[in-house]
RNA sequence: AUUGCAGGCCGCUUUGUCGCCUUUAACCGCAUUUUGGUGCGGUGCGGGAGGAAAGUCCGGACAAUACAGAGCACCGCGCCACCUAACGGGUGGGGUUUCGUUUCGGCGGAGCACAGAGCGUGUCACAGAAAAUUACCGCCUCGCUUCGGUGAGGUAAGGGUGAAAACGUGCGGUAAGAGCGCACGGCGCCGCAUAGUAAUAUGGGGGGCGGAUAAACCUCGCGGAUUGAAAUGCCAUGUACACCUUGCGGAACUUCGGUUCCCGCCUGUUGCUCGCGGGUGCUGCAAGGGGGGUAGGCAGCGCAGAAUCCCGCAGUGAUGCGUGGAUCCAGAUAAAUGACAAAGCCCUUGGGAACAAGGGACAGAAUCCGGCUUACAGGCCUGCAAUUUUU
RNA sequence: UGGUUCAUAGCUCAACGGUGGAGCAACGGGCUGUUAACCCGAAGGCUACAGGUUCGAACCCUGUUGAACCAG
């Protein structure tokens, strides 16, 4: 139940561009971190096994040494392991799967209760809006 | 004991819970099967960042491609000897600059891109007469003179400028002067002797007096094929025989397959010139351009080797040698090595103390080694020097 | 992994090895009933940092730091 796969990482340049890019994907604020995700296309090949693929992203500017930036990379990973089982209760069977780029924000490393109860925040809105894309679809 | 300097070493520890990457193959399940196995998943047993993993500043290993050769260019290095796989690294020695000290002989510390300015060219602001064969004020000789000077010539001692002014001091000498001559001293050049493997040092001889700058061009000596693990090899997947540009001559021999020579074009040889080599010269080939597709896997890749430590021997030392002893399984690939909790250890602040609060340096492997450089809380060891206390 | 370029006033850029300057911005004054424009003035720099070469360094050399870019 706490696992973490391979297969739930993100790894396609593809999709992983098209997150990236301006209007790429749906995003929003789960301070201190930033969701952009997107279904993926049906042309997709070969389609993921697993509900979500996710990324995580710490950006040079914020924190130049490569040493602070696997810190906030694991801290923000570690949390999505213990709370991403709320997710997949809440996502319907047959839809396809969904990427997902987390991208710290702040400025500062913050202690992981903190990014914990961002990443919750962030989980709990992410269901709501994969739920009215369905309704939008329907 | 404290402080300073130099060198070396370590660089948080333990337990629990939940996870990640990986070696191995004991066990289980599924699939496949050439009945040996193989693949996938799970469990088990092990392992899982550094002294700098960093910067990418040097040097190699390794790999691919290339290589008849010559000249010019280009790049790097630069006291001597040694070490090393190699180096722009290291060790030892010499010279030099600077600081301290001194009984003025030296001694000690720190630094040095430390070949050549006696081939040539360039540059040397301002000031100054003049910045490399120069003469403003001076000094001296001769001519003229209205006796104020002025013209021709000699000279570089004195003046001032400057970062730097054409060896320094003294004597002789002279019209005045000048290495013009002599004595002492300095400098670098040529060859000699002694010591040293050598750099170099010391001594005496000859001939001389030359500005600085080569981290300006340059000269000399030595070295340098190019490209780098996204190299490279294999497997799988997959597209486009589309498009554009250029080329498609001549002669001889012939067993009609071709061969040779000249010529053209393309191309390789780090750049250029020569030279040499490869391809091609007709209805589909060649070379180049541009575009499209694939974006997966395995090997390379961590294999015990230029390995590390100890001991012994050789050497001043770097280092080398050894039937000597011991140690050494990180291997990711959108990229693992983590999170939380508790206890201990250390530091800071508060406090009489118990204790409380806060904090734990610099920093993250990506083919692998040897160096260099840079960052770094705290601690340990050794040596030397100084001071204090005790015996 | 390999390579290239750059760093100068708040911003954009100059400057043979010889006193670091221009435009814009900001500041003070003038003009105007007021603002803008215009005119005048003054200020602002350890030339990214640390060494070295040179009489003298923004410039030459070495090292460090930071930034941008290129190839596959």
Redesign the pocket.
Known sequence: ??????EE?????RI??ALFSNGGGASFLGYPVRVVWLFFPDTFFPMPTSKVQV?VSAPKKNF????AR??I???VR?AW?LHKHELYAQIPEGKPPVALLLMYIAKEEQ??AEVEAGVIKAIRKLAEGIGKEEEAAS
Do not use: C, D, H, Y
């Not at 990482?9 to 340049?13: A, G, T, V, Y």
């Not at 130049?64 to 040493?67: D, I, M």
């Open positions: 139940m706490f696992q973490f796969k391979p990482r993100l790894k396609s340049r992983i561009g990324m130049k040494t490569a040493t696997n810190r990379k694991r801290l570690e392991r202690t992981f």
